[in-house]
């Protein structure tokens, strides 16, 4: 049972503030399906190497671990793709980029493309889609593995082992494994029911009836655990001229961590603490981390970070000021608690999440929505209430406060 | 801690409501059996900022010293309290749920929890008097 039941709700508002509705999942896939037909027009470069019984163009990174959520106060989503094709023996480590990027060139509603090192990034009005080339190794291979390419603007390029495909599955299984937790699932599903944004313009979207690219949604402990501690760091780094640590190594560790058995508060704590602890091992040896895809040890998901101490030193640091920041939240009134959502997550994202607790209330009956919890005098909103909760809650009887002008009250025309 | 002085019982607990802890008094006068008064001690009831002391919601107000002032927990038109209900059984559960939406109102601004007719506190029953 949660330690926390209010403090993991108004956690929940802010996490379902953060993340794609349905509807913007929906203009995501056609977004994915958009890239297939530009990739394999007629015209397309790369046209001749991506004609294949299967599909080799798909979701990859935090929409395929169900962990996508908005970056900063502009309502966009960063996404990703894998584009693989089988790269000639006589190409060097550009060219796989370089042809990819010409590929793009011309796609549908998009502002700008920017060839970056690893991916060719484009711009949309609400979200940049990454796009990654890969060359798969040849049979037989585990599903997905190949080399991707490192292509610097200056200095040599060399290929990177990788499987982001087979991390999405173990990451995907180890959740699924665990399965829910106490009601969990059912909160969160009720609360996107109702906290649900559509930040895109679902009507771009394609309406037909084909078979899904983005794998289903991934609701867990981990994955909304994992989306607050990315939005937290996300803003931490925004201003700061170190660079961040990769998502997807955050994204292991917050597997790696375990399930807390004090609900979602307990589970970033334990996210949390898990990077702690990775850190100051790599401080004290001056190394590291070095952590692995669990299904291909040659795919080194931070391989380019962290470069030095000073990166050790501050992620440290931002996951001790989490914590404290959290603790003093818990203790504080629902006021101080989104005053520090708005210091740890965003102040408009925080505003959003407020709005929708008030909302909530306001949605009441006239009567006593509650459940008290005896032992300690908590009050937990009966529509919110987990099974275990109920379990140890009780109604708060039916009352109405008063307007405080009965008898005895003391006005000034007294 | 509960203690009998005269003609009054007097009990000083710890709740959590929400999140925050509250030290809250409830004071009953058993020989007239008059429904019980309760205070929050630790912290004590506020105003919003730049707000005023008769505007908080749901106060049996006291313009001399506002933050002694108790809560108004129920109705009394309504019949919902009577001298049988034990007070562990309905005043604590009121008076914690009253802090929860005291917590939203400091939020908000706007009670949300169930309130009987009429002005939500001598303030706005004052302004409506003018």
């Known amino acids: 049972m949660s330690k926390d039941p209010n403090f993991d709700d108004f956690l929940l508002d802010v996490a379902t503030s953060l993340e794609l509705s349905d509807n913007d999942r929906r203009l995501v896939e056609s977004r994915y399906r958009e890239l297939k037909a530009h990739l394999e027009r007629p015209s397309s470069p790369l046209k001749d190497y991506l004609v294949d019984s299967e599909s080799r163009i798909y979701a990859q990174g935090s929409i395929s671990i169900g962990a996508t959520i908005v970056s900063g106060d502009d309502d966009r989503f960063d996404l990703d793709a894998m584009v693989e094709i089988n790269v000639p023996a006589g190409w060097d480590n550009d060219r796989a980029l370089d042809l990819l990027y010409d590929a793009l060139q011309g796609f549908p509603n998009v502002r700008e493309i920017e060839r970056c090192t690893r991916c060719i990034q484009m711009r949309f009005a609400t979200m940049h889609l990454d796009v990654t080339i890969m060359d798969p190794y040849t049979a037989p291979r585990n599903e997905r593995e190949g080399e991707i390419f490192h292509s610097p603007d200056q200095g040599q390029g060399y290929r990177v082992a990788a499987n982001p495909f087979g991390f999405a599955v173990w990451f995907r299984g180890n959740v699924e494994e665990r399965g829910d937790s106490n009601g969990f699932l059912k909160n969160l599903s009720d609360r996107r029911i109702a906290n649900a944004v559509d930040r895109l313009d679902i009507r771009a979207a394609e309406q037909d009836d084909l078979p899904p690219i983005l794998p289903v949604r991934l609701d867990s402990l981990e994955v909304v655990a994992l989306k607050l501690v990315k939005r937290y760091l996300n803003l931490r780094y925004e201003n700061r001229k170190l660079k961040k640590p990769p998502s997807v190594y955050v994204s292991k560790l917050a597997i790696t961590c375990g399930r807390s058995r004090e609900g979602l508060a307990g589970q970033i704590r334990a996210l949390a603490s898990h990077i702690i602890g990775q850190m100051d091992l790599a401080l004290s040896e001056n190394t590291g981390p070095d952590e692995r895809n669990p299904v291909f040890f040659l795919d080194r998901l931070n391989d380019r970070w962290p470069a030095t101490q000073d990166d050790r030193r501050t992620l440290r640091q931002d996951m001790v000021d989490l914590l404290e920041a959290m603790e003093r939240a818990r203790k504080g009134t629902i006021q101080e608690i989104f005053a520090t959502f708005g210091e740890l997550f965003g102040e408009t994202i925080s505003r959003k999440a407020a709005l929708r607790l008030r909302d909530r209330e306001a949605g009441g009956s006239n009567t006593s929505p509650n459940r008290f919890l005896k032992e300690t005098g908590t009050v937990v909103s009966a529509a919110t209430a987990t099974p275990a909760i109920a379990k140890v809650s009780r109604p708060v009887p039916e009352h109405r406060f008063h307007g405080g002008m009965i008898g005895g009250a003391k006005t000034k025309g007294d | ?130």
């Open chain 2, 1 to 130: 801690m509960l203690q009998v002085k005269y003609d009054l019982c007097i009990w000083m607990g710890t709740v959590t409501p929400v999140q925050a802890q509250y030290r809250i008094c409830v004071i009953w006068d058993f020989i007239r059996q008059t429904p019980p008064y309760v205070t929050l001690i630790d912290p004590e009831i506020a105003p919003r900022e730049e707000g005023n002391w008769e505007d908080i919601p749901h106060l049996w107000f006291t313009e001399e010293a506002p933050q002694n002032s108790g809560l108004c927990l129920f109705d009394p038109e309504g019949k919902e309290w009577d001298r049988t209900m034990l007070i562990a059984d309905y005043t604590i559960p009121w008076a914690c749920e009253w802090i929860k939406y005291y917590e939203l109102w400091h939020l908000t601004g706007e009670w949300l929890g169930p309130s009987a007719k009429g002005p939500e506190s001598v303030g706005a029953a004052r302004r409506q008097a003018v």
